[in-house]
């Protein structure tokens, strides 16, 4: 059973910067895609950015491309979004998502993944 623990969340003024790490109870050479989404209320959960964990680059959605930049350690087993040019339309909960079993779809698909962390609030004024 794998688990992904989020932090690093909180509230910040806008322009501002805060890092998310989602942390992996297995190693990260296991597990195909790791992803980050957001739900922001009364909106649906979307894909901003992801990276195929063994050996992959970061994608991102193009609200975040520019801004965020996502990363991997393999020595802590842990997906790093570092959130830079923070504005009030980023304030959500964010998820990081694992997807353990190289699922069908694309990497923005919420099919795609099978584990899921808690969520961090975000929030951005």
């Known amino acids: 059973h794998v688990q992904l623990v989020e932090s690093g969340g909180g509230s910040v003024q806008a322009g501002g910067s805060l890092t998310l790490t989602c942390t992996a109870s297995v190693d990260l050479r296991t597990i195909y895609w790791m992803a980050w989404f957001r739900q922001a209320p009364g909106k649906e959960r979307e894909a901003i950015a992801a990276?195929?964990?063994?050996?992959?680059?970061?994608s991102y959605v193009g609200s975040v491309a520019g801004r965020f930049t996502l990363s991997k350690d393999f020595t802590k087993n842990t997906l790093n979004l570092q959130m830079n040019q923070l504005r009030s339309d980023d304030t959500a909960m964010y998820y990081c998502?694992?997807?353990?079993?190289?699922?069908?779809?694309?990497?923005?698909?919420?099919?795609?993944?099978?584990?899921w962390g808690q969520g961090t609030q975000v929030t951005v004024s």
């Open positions: 990276l195929y964990a063994p050996s992959g680059g970061p």
């Open positions: 998502a694992a997807d353990l079993d190289n699922n069908a779809g694309g990497w923005p698909s919420l099919q795609k993944y099978d584990a």
